[in-house]
Protein backbone atom coordinates (compact mmCIF):
# COMPACT_ATOMS: atom_id res chain seq x y z
CA UNK A 1 0.00 0.00 0.00
CA UNK A 2 1.24 3.17 -1.37
CA UNK A 3 0.85 6.10 1.47
CA UNK A 4 0.60 9.74 0.02
CA UNK A 5 2.97 12.20 0.17
CA UNK A 6 3.23 13.88 3.00
CA UNK A 7 2.40 10.87 5.49
CA UNK A 8 5.42 9.06 3.80
CA UNK A 9 8.10 11.46 5.83
CA UNK A 10 5.57 11.49 9.01
CA UNK A 11 7.87 9.20 10.64
CA UNK A 12 11.03 11.01 9.98
CA UNK A 13 9.83 14.15 11.08
CA UNK A 14 8.83 12.33 14.69
CA UNK A 15 12.47 11.20 14.60
CA UNK A 16 13.75 14.87 13.79
CA UNK A 17 11.58 16.17 16.66
CA UNK A 18 12.56 13.82 19.32
CA UNK A 19 16.34 14.07 18.54
CA UNK A 20 16.48 17.95 19.03
CA UNK A 21 14.83 17.70 22.47
CA UNK A 22 16.39 14.28 24.19
CA UNK A 23 19.82 16.49 24.90
CA UNK A 24 17.54 19.58 26.33
CA UNK A 25 16.28 18.03 29.28
CA UNK A 26 19.59 17.30 30.96
CA UNK A 27 20.80 21.03 31.23
CA UNK A 28 23.37 21.47 34.06
CA UNK A 29 22.27 24.06 36.69
CA UNK A 30 24.51 25.42 39.21
CA UNK A 31 23.76 24.92 43.23
CA UNK A 32 26.69 26.81 44.16
CA UNK A 33 25.08 29.56 47.03
CA UNK A 34 24.84 33.06 45.71
CA UNK A 35 27.30 35.54 46.49
CA UNK A 36 25.85 38.50 49.06
CA UNK A 37 27.28 41.52 51.18
CA UNK A 38 25.91 42.33 54.22
CA UNK A 39 26.71 45.50 56.71
CA UNK A 40 26.49 45.69 60.11
CA UNK A 41 28.44 45.77 63.15
CA UNK A 42 30.94 43.35 64.30
CA UNK A 43 30.31 41.42 67.45
CA UNK A 44 32.54 38.71 69.24
CA UNK A 45 30.55 36.33 71.53
CA UNK A 46 31.57 32.60 72.75
CA UNK A 47 34.46 31.46 74.60
CA UNK A 48 38.21 30.84 74.27
CA UNK A 49 37.91 27.22 73.11
CA UNK A 50 34.55 28.10 70.72
CA UNK A 51 34.60 31.88 69.71
CA UNK A 52 32.30 33.30 67.05
CA UNK A 53 31.81 36.66 65.26
CA UNK A 54 28.72 37.80 64.51
CA UNK A 55 27.46 40.57 62.36
CA UNK A 56 24.54 42.42 63.83
CA UNK A 57 22.25 44.04 60.50
CA UNK A 58 21.65 46.96 60.14
CA UNK A 59 18.55 46.05 58.50
CA UNK A 60 18.02 44.08 62.11
CA UNK A 61 19.11 40.32 62.55
CA UNK A 62 22.23 38.59 62.64
CA UNK A 63 24.46 36.62 60.72
CA UNK A 64 27.57 34.43 62.09
CA UNK A 65 30.72 35.05 60.05
CA UNK A 66 32.63 32.23 58.59
CA UNK A 67 35.54 32.10 56.68
CA UNK A 68 39.46 32.68 56.51
CA UNK A 69 38.62 36.18 57.52
CA UNK A 70 36.71 35.53 60.58
CA UNK A 71 39.71 36.13 62.71
CA UNK A 72 40.55 39.59 60.97
CA UNK A 73 36.89 40.30 61.36
CA UNK A 74 36.39 39.80 64.87
CA UNK A 75 39.36 42.09 65.95
CA UNK A 76 37.25 45.01 64.84
CA UNK A 77 34.56 43.86 67.70
CA UNK A 78 32.24 47.36 67.29
CA UNK A 79 33.18 48.61 64.17
CA UNK A 80 30.56 48.94 61.60
CA UNK A 81 31.72 46.82 58.26
CA UNK A 82 30.09 45.18 55.16
CA UNK A 83 30.87 41.36 54.35
CA UNK A 84 30.52 39.51 50.82
CA UNK A 85 30.38 35.99 50.43
CA UNK A 86 27.90 33.04 50.11
CA UNK A 87 25.28 32.87 52.68
CA UNK A 88 23.08 30.08 53.60
CA UNK A 89 19.51 30.45 52.46
CA UNK A 90 18.33 31.14 55.88
CA UNK A 91 21.05 34.02 55.77
CA UNK A 92 22.11 32.96 59.49
CA UNK A 93 25.53 32.68 58.17
CA UNK A 94 28.03 34.09 55.56
CA UNK A 95 31.10 33.04 54.69
CA UNK A 96 33.08 35.85 54.55
CA UNK A 97 35.75 35.82 51.10
CA UNK A 98 36.13 39.74 51.55
CA UNK A 99 35.26 43.30 53.46
CA UNK A 100 34.97 46.71 53.97
CA UNK A 101 35.32 48.43 57.42
CA UNK A 102 32.86 51.18 57.31
CA UNK A 103 32.52 52.77 60.61
CA UNK A 104 34.33 53.07 64.16
CA UNK A 105 32.79 54.92 67.07
CA UNK A 106 30.78 56.56 64.34
CA UNK A 107 33.52 57.84 62.31
CA UNK A 108 34.01 56.96 58.85
CA UNK A 109 36.61 54.76 58.75
CA UNK A 110 39.62 52.84 56.45
CA UNK A 111 41.51 49.79 56.51
CA UNK A 112 44.76 49.06 54.72
CA UNK A 113 48.45 49.16 54.63
CA UNK A 114 50.42 52.25 56.23
CA UNK A 115 52.71 54.06 53.88
CA UNK A 116 55.07 57.08 53.76
CA UNK A 117 55.20 58.04 50.14
CA UNK A 118 57.81 60.78 49.36
CA UNK A 119 56.48 62.54 53.11
CA UNK A 120 53.26 62.20 52.73
CA UNK A 121 51.32 59.24 54.79
CA UNK A 122 48.71 57.34 52.92
CA UNK A 123 46.87 54.22 53.74
CA UNK A 124 47.29 51.60 50.61
CA UNK A 125 43.65 49.49 51.04
CA UNK A 126 44.16 45.39 49.66
CA UNK A 127 43.55 44.66 46.27
CA UNK A 128 43.10 47.42 43.48
CA UNK A 129 41.78 50.03 45.84
CA UNK A 130 42.68 53.96 45.36
CA UNK A 131 45.17 55.17 48.31
CA UNK A 132 43.62 57.30 50.77
CA UNK A 133 45.62 60.51 51.40
CA UNK A 134 46.14 60.77 55.41
CA UNK A 135 47.35 64.21 57.32
CA UNK A 136 47.24 64.79 61.10
CA UNK A 137 49.11 60.94 62.08
CA UNK A 138 50.38 60.37 65.32
CA UNK A 139 53.51 59.58 66.07
CA UNK A 140 52.52 56.11 67.41
CA UNK A 141 50.57 54.95 64.45
CA UNK A 142 54.04 56.52 62.40
CA UNK A 143 56.41 53.85 63.92
CA UNK A 144 53.42 51.30 62.53
CA UNK A 145 54.54 51.94 58.60
CA UNK A 146 54.33 48.69 56.78
CA UNK A 147 51.68 47.48 59.02
CA UNK A 148 47.83 46.96 58.30
CA UNK A 149 46.06 49.31 60.20
CA UNK A 150 42.66 50.82 60.70
CA UNK A 151 42.43 55.07 60.56
CA UNK A 152 38.96 56.58 61.67
CA UNK A 153 38.49 60.28 61.62
CA UNK A 154 37.04 62.73 58.83
CA UNK A 155 37.96 64.31 55.41
CA UNK A 156 39.44 67.94 55.61
CA UNK A 157 41.13 69.58 52.26
CA UNK A 158 41.44 66.24 50.30
CA UNK A 159 42.91 64.69 52.85
CA UNK A 160 41.51 61.99 55.50
CA UNK A 161 42.78 63.57 59.57
CA UNK A 162 43.35 60.93 61.59
CA UNK A 163 41.06 60.82 64.83
CA UNK A 164 41.46 57.39 65.82
CA UNK A 165 43.63 54.11 64.59
CA UNK A 166 44.22 50.80 64.92
CA UNK A 167 47.18 47.81 64.11
CA UNK A 168 46.05 45.02 62.75
CA UNK A 169 49.52 43.01 62.21
CA UNK A 170 52.53 42.80 59.84
CA UNK A 171 51.34 42.89 56.64
Known sequence: MDLPYPVRFLPLLLLGATSCSV???????SL???ESCLTGTVFSVGTDFAPATILRLDAGGESRITGNREDQIRFLTGAVVTVCGPVTTDAR????????LRAVDG?????????EIDGAWQLKPDGNGVPVP?????DQLREAEGSLVWVAGTWA???????SFGLMGRS
Open 93 to 100: TIEVQSFE
Open 23 to 29: GSTGQFT
Open 32 to 34: APA
Open 107 to 115: MTAYLGTLQ
Open 134 to 138: LSGVP
Open 157 to 163: DQAFSVK
